[in-house]
């Protein structure tokens, strides 16, 4: 009787159990398809006509389907291919700069055994809270360093966030055991070596977070190249699309100006050209993301569970 029972109640909990994670599966797919949902829509409106959208509005499902915001947006900005790569090239190196800059940093002050950790971490935290705001900076950037119309100004301003330097410093003290750095000393090993070959491959999940965290900084900045870059083969992306939009906003806004004709002002891709710019904007950097995602939520869950 008894073993029945417990069957009984296990199979019970079973159902129960399914039952519950159905529902769980749903939301969790429901949540997926809203988060997913807004981006696709905007790809879609992208490749819908100017003219079909001012008539019939915004529609998953267009009566016309046009590739003009794409071709306005690569007629406009010739240069947009060299944009492409200025901000490859500024994402791909100033994120291994960073990485190397705020991996070293965080693990010196992560180790109770360096005399001046307090000091530097300090000295971190402390430009966390105050700067020396845009007029000193840029005074630094382009007469002491000389980074006016130099790629390099894209570079460096971006290479040490302090805010990375303590989530990797946490992640050290919380994920690297200290036996296996005085091992490393006993078997005689320089502070490099142990770096090198006992912490970093215990620290990937962590340097995989960080680095996501710079390489969207990286793709995302525009601001940098407004304050730093005139030269216009060193404009990165973000810009670039900002320009091209500030330069359709002056043709609509000054059409009475223009040899333009009426029917060609109309059929300007003003929405679609913006839709098609977020597109371009975002579709590449959208790609790193199955590359950092096992390490990214193991970096994010790190630490949570107090042993």
């Known amino acids: 009787m008894t073993n029945s029972s417990t069957k009984i109640k296990t199979r ?101 055994s360096f005399r001046y950790r307090n000091f530097f971490s300090f000295f971190a935290f402390f430009t966390m809270l105050f700067n020396g705001g845009m007029v000193p900076t840029y005074i630094v950037a382009t007469q002491l360093l000389d980074l006016k119309d130099s790629i390099w100004a894209l570079v460096w301003p971006l290479a040490v966030n302090a805010f990375y330097i303590m989530i990797l410093r946490t992640f050290y003290s919380t ?45 995302n900045d525009w601001f940098n190249a407004l304050l730093y870059i005139d030269d ?25 100006n223009t040899s333009l004709s009426m029917e060609a002002l109309q059929s300007l891709p003003q929405d679609t050209a913006r839709m098609a710019m977020v597109v371009l904007a975002t579709g590449p950097i959208i790609l790193a993301y199955p590359f950092f995602q096992r390490y990214f939520i193991q970096g994010l869950t790190i630490g949570a569970v107090k042993e």
């Open 12 to 112: 019970d909990f079973h159902q129960v159990s399914k039952g519950w994670n159905i529902i769980g599966n749903l939301v969790a797919g429901i949540f997926s398809f809203l988060c997913v949902f807004p981006f696709v829509f905007v790809m879609i409106i992208s490749f819908t006509d100017e003219k079909t959208l001012a008539t019939n509005g915004y529609s998953i499902f267009p009566e016309k389907w046009s590739l003009e915001a794409y071709k306005y947006v690569f007629e406009t900005g010739d240069t947009l291919l060299r944009s492409y790569g200025v901000t490859i090239f500024i994402t791909v190196v100033g994120t291994i700069i960073s990485l190397c800059v705020i991996s070293l940093y965080a693990y010196a002050i992560s180790r109770k």
């Open 175 to 219: 994920s690297v055991p200290d036996a296996i750095i005085e091992s490393g000393k006993i078997d005689g090993a320089s502070e490099i070596t142990i770096f090198y070959k006992l912490v970093l491959p215990l620290s990937l999940p962590g340097l995989a977070t960080i680095g996501l965290f710079s390489t969207l900084g990286y793709w």
């Open 232 to 256: 216009p083969n060193l404009v990165p992306l973000q810009s670039m699309l900002m320009r091209i939009e500030t330069s359709m906003q002056f043709i609509l806004q000054n059409s009475q």
